[in-house]
Nanobody, 122 residues
Framework: QVQLVESGGGLVQHGGSLRLSCVVS????????MGWYRQAPGKQRELVAT???????NYADSAKGRFTISRDNAKKTVYLQMNSLKPEDTAVYYC????????????????WGQGTQVTVSS
């Protein structure tokens, strides 16, 4: 069974840093774009950052200059380094990945992690 397992969330003070990790577990045959999204209470889920298989990145305006997304293809892991955190960054952060899960098909499907809570105190 393929799963995305996130870790690294927690409680941090305004201006602090956290590093989120997400590892793909289970048998897969390819990983395309990976990313991080977040959902604050009462709000819709929104993009934070994405990274392609070749390392091209895309950031939400709110993340630019403060967050850095990276990946280790050999470890099937994507990271999100978050610096200068603000109370408005408080949300559940979800990992997302496009995965090829069968050998007989080149189709990639969308998978989500269970989410990890990030809380930034003022």
């Amino acid at each position: 069974q393929v799963q995305l397992v996130e870790s690294g969330g927690g409680l941090v003070q305004h201006g602090g840093s956290l590093r989120l990790s997400c590892v793909v577990s289970g048998s897969i045959f390819g990983i395309n774009t990976m990313g991080w999204y977040r959902q604050a209470p009462g709000k819709q889920r929104e993009l934070v950052a994405t990274i392609t298989r070749t390392g091209s990145t895309n950031y939400a305006d709110s993340a630019k200059g403060r967050f850095t997304i990276s990946r280790d293809n050999a470890k099937k892991t994507v990271y999100l380094q978050m610096n200068s955190l603000k109370p408005e960054d408080t949300a559940v952060y979800y990992c997302n990945a496009d995965l090829r899960v069968t050998m007989i098909s080149y189709r990639y499907n969308d998978y989500w992690g269970q989410g990890t809570q990030v809380t930034v105190s003022s």
